[in-house]
Every structure is written in structure tokens, then in C-alpha cells.
């Protein structure tokens, strides 16, 4: 990716890759705009399904993005726990549900 690239990666993205205490990100900024690309071509793609999978099982909008989450970070899962939660934040945000949080769609107890 060129220096002179127009893909404006927000903070929030950008922060999945900056460990607690630090203020720079461990790995470059082409490897931040390539995933992010990725990721927010992921959350367009993934409306249509989740509304979808809201209609026709009945789940509510926090079980729907749960399923969601679940799927994207698990072993076949096309992104690592950070990166599902971020896209699953951005899905609800595009589709105007409430967001899931920081701590995602975990239920409680951690299951």
C-alpha cells in the first residue's frame, strides 16, 4: 500500500493493534489498511445474513451479532477475537442496532 493511500483507518481499528501501554501499533501501517479493508468489507457483506438470520429465527439484534461474533473468531473464523468483535461493533452500527460493547456479545459467566 503507498504512502499517498486515501483509505482513512479509524482509531478504533487502529487501536486492535496497539498493546495496553503503548502507543504505537506493532505492526505497519499497509498490515493496519489491508485488514481493516478487509474487516469493514466483511461487516458490508455480513447485513444482509444478519438480518436475514434475525428474521427468519426470531433471535434478537444481541443474539444475532453474538452468532455473528462466534462465527467470525472461531477456529474456521476469517479474523482473530479483536477483529470479530471490531466487525461485529461496525455490523450493528450499519444496520442501526445497539452496540454490543466494548466487551462484546459474550454472555455472562464468559460462555
Known amino acids: 500500500m503507498s504512502e499517498d493511500s486515501q483509505i482513512v483507518v479509524p482509531p478504533s481499528f487502529v487501536a486492535l493493534f496497539v498493546p495496553p ?5 506493532t505492526v505497519s501501517r499497509e ?26 429465527t426470531g433471535a434478537d439484534e444481541a443474539e444475532v451479532l453474538r452468532r455473528m461474533q462466534l462465527g ?11 477483529e470479530a468483535l471490531w466487525v461485529t ?15 462484546g456479545t459474550e454472555a455472562p459467566g464468559g460462555t
Not at 489498511?33 to 428474521?55: N, S, W
Not at 467470525?72 to 479483536?82: H, M, N, Q, S, V
Not at 461493533?89 to 466487551?103: F, M, V
Open 89 to 103: 461493533r461496525r455490523l450493528a452500527e450499519l444496520l442501526g442496532w445497539p452496540d454490543p460493547g466494548p466487551g
Open 72 to 82: 467470525l473468531a472461531g477456529p474456521d473464523g476469517a479474523a482473530d477475537e479483536a
Open 31 to 56: 498490515v493496519i489498511a489491508t485488514r481493516y479493508e478487509f474487516c469493514e468489507d466483511l461487516a458490508q457483506a455480513l447485513i444482509e445474513h444478519a438480518q436475514t438470520v434475525h428474521f427468519d
Open 21 to 25: 501501554g503503548r502507543i504505537k501499533p
